[in-house]
């Protein structure tokens, strides 16, 4: 066998391991990148009303706790930024998101 000839064989059994390795080895890389950068797109695009709903949703439940002597650390507010929360907040429509 000439010097040549194994090159060759060397080279083509490389490639021929060695791209799908290396693209399955971007795919498992670079997925968690993707979703992450996806998420933040997602994020970024929804409307300003649902981030002030989240706000009062967590506002609510810090209150509650707070009511019941369950939080750790109790939560200041100014009086004048929100005077009194309500006992139920009105129900949020759940967006069902599929999991690839």
């Given at each position: 066998?000439?010097?040549?000839?194994?090159?060759?064989?060397?080279?083509?059994?490389?490639?021929?391991?060695?791209?799908?390795?290396?693209?399955?080895?971007?795919?498992?890389?670079?997925?968690?990148?993707?979703?992450?950068?996806?998420?933040?797109?997602?994020?970024?695009?929804?409307?300003?009303?649902?981030?002030?709903?989240?706000?009062?949703?967590?506002?609510?439940?810090?209150?509650?706790?707070?009511?019941?002597?369950?939080?750790?650390?109790?939560?200041?507010?100014a009086s004048a930024e929100r005077p009194e929360l309500p006992e139920r907040l009105a129900p949020?429509?759940?967006?069902?998101?599929?999991?690839?």
């Amino acid at each position: 066998m000439e010097l040549t000839e194994a090159v060759m064989i060397i080279m083509v059994t490389g490639m021929t391991v060695g791209v799908p390795l290396l693209g399955l080895t971007l795919r498992f890389a670079l997925k968690p990148v993707m979703e992450t950068w996806l998420r933040v797109r997602e994020v970024q695009a929804r409307p300003a009303g649902e981030l002030e709903g989240l706000r009062a949703r967590v506002a609510h439940l810090e209150h509650m706790l707070d009511r019941h002597g369950m939080l750790e650390h109790p939560v200041t507010r100014a009086s004048a930024e929100r005077p009194e929360l309500p006992e139920r907040l009105a129900p949020v429509v759940r967006v069902d998101r599929e999991r690839v």
